[in-house]
């Protein structure tokens, strides 16, 4: 069986056994996704674009980021399983959309583009 | 091949075309998962609880959450890409971790805890 | 003196005196204003809308989003100072574009608009 | 009358006669407030850090961060209004707690704590 599969089903179970289903409407596990990637940007701070990459190899920073990753996968797959939407189609979609919308030719080398509104 | 690892390899394909690698650090990648999280945060910011799961269905709502789900999936990858991460070992792990956190028969039903630190 | 330009006063003394103008850059302290505010999120993510004012009276929850509120705060003065922006300034000239963005007879009692872009 | 207290009464006077109170409660105000600091963030997300003083000073980013900064302050009252909080207060005592949790003498020009639990 596939892995993320696997492992969708195992978070159903932990959120079934522990009756945590009332809690997980859409709206709270935006909240949970938003303050779970707001922990994982705390990591990076204060730390310098040009050290970035060193720091995350750093043993106990690792362990932090890493846990952060968990905890932000797991509320964006509990938001999907609750939802209803497949989190690999909604990427490739997206993927998609960004191959139209930033023409390689067009945006080579450059990252000066104000936020898409 | 596995469907997230053929994603993984098309949004390798597409950074690299574009030569958007110095631009990617985990840093910046950090900033793009948490802006996108909010983004996703604000299609829910004035839905109330006991609405969001009928909200989530409204088709325009629907296509941007999408939309929004796909942005912060694909930051999430990146940033494990750059990093050296495995998306789904790191989900696995702290599934593992709160499992013994919070023993299901001490927490059922309850959400009053304060958020953990 | 203005309580808000003596606070103003006693922040730059405090980042002065630990020599940290050094990590105060604009987009560091982008970071630590949206992590802050990611911490303030976790405090209701839980809570639901109808018992979100009841929650804020509470004396443990209470202290620890006046803390938040504190962090928060201090995150936004710190940007501005650093970048040379008046904060109520920059709110005033907000709340004029917000009145003629949502004129009163055509929002009253409305929230379903989506996310301005 | 004090310029904040003024600014306040504005904000008051705008959400009563739009009628918005009943959407404005304290859940629902932290997630405007945090939403609005994830487009901040963005705006500083491509730039590096040794940049990002004069990426403030150009004329059209620097529009864009005031209009934001003016969303995540009007949020930022808005919650505080909403909860009977002072928010120069809350920043004050918050303040007085990082005095005696990061002394001078231990911290000056240093960064490498991890976030605060």
């Known amino acids: 069986m596939?892995?993320?599969?696997?492992?969708?089903?195992?978070?159903?179970?932990f959120v079934a056994e522990r009756d945590w289903q009332q809690f997980h409407d859409p709206k709270n596990l935006a909240m949970l996704l938003a303050s779970e990637a707001g922990e994982l940007l705390a990591e990076y701070r204060w730390v310098p674009n040009h050290q970035a990459d060193a720091a995350s190899r750093d043993e106990a920073r690792r362990a932090r980021i890493l846990s952060e990753i968990g905890d932000v996968g797991i509320a964006l797959l509990l938001l999907c399983e609750r939802i209803g939407a497949d989190p690999v189609a909604a990427m490739r979609a997206k993927l998609e959309i960004n191959r139209t919308r930033y023409p390689a030719d067009?945006?080579?080398g450059k990252s000066d583009r104000p936020p898409l509104k």
Do not use: W
């Open 106 to 108: 067009m945006v080579r």
């Open 2 to 13: 596939d892995e993320l599969q696997n492992l969708l089903d195992q978070l159903r179970q």
